[in-house]
């Protein structure tokens, strides 16, 4: 049974940062391409992150410069460092892996929200 268990969110002030964790069990680690989204109130779901196999990773635009992703095979955890963040970085973050192309798994999201 593939789980996906994010945490991390919180409060954080303007100019801040915070790290993301997502912990998977259930699957090969290291053999899936894994990614973050972010869902803001009122919006769809948005990719923000997403790192290969072999740890490459790519980033949404908004988030270039400011957010790592990182894997950790021994730990089957995926990260999300969040530097500098603004309040448009508002939202519920997921974790997410996509085993096939219409076989994916979401985590239960972790709240981040970004107020002074």
């Known amino acids: 049974q593939v789980q996906l268990v994010e945490s991390g969110g919180g409060l954080v002030q303007p100019g801040g940062s915070l790290r993301l964790s997502c912990a998977a069990s259930?699957?090969?680690?290291?053999?899936?391409?894994m990614a973050w989204f972010r869902q803001a109130p009122e919006n769809q779901r948005a990719l923000v992150a997403d790192?290969?196999?072999?740890?490459?990773?790519t980033y949404a635009d908004s988030v270039k410069g400011r957010f790592t992703m990182s894997r950790d095979y021994g730990k089957n955890t995926v990260y999300l460092q969040m530097n500098s963040l603004k309040p448009e970085d508002t939202g519920v973050y997921y974790c997410?892996?996509?085993?096939?192309?219409?076989?994916?798994?979401w985590g239960q999201g972790t709240q981040v929200t970004v107020s002074s």
């Open positions: 790192i290969s196999r072999d740890g490459r990773t």
């Open positions: 259930g699957i090969i680690f290291g053999i899936y391409p």
């Open positions: 997410n892996v996509a085993l096939t192309t219409d076989r994916s798994f």
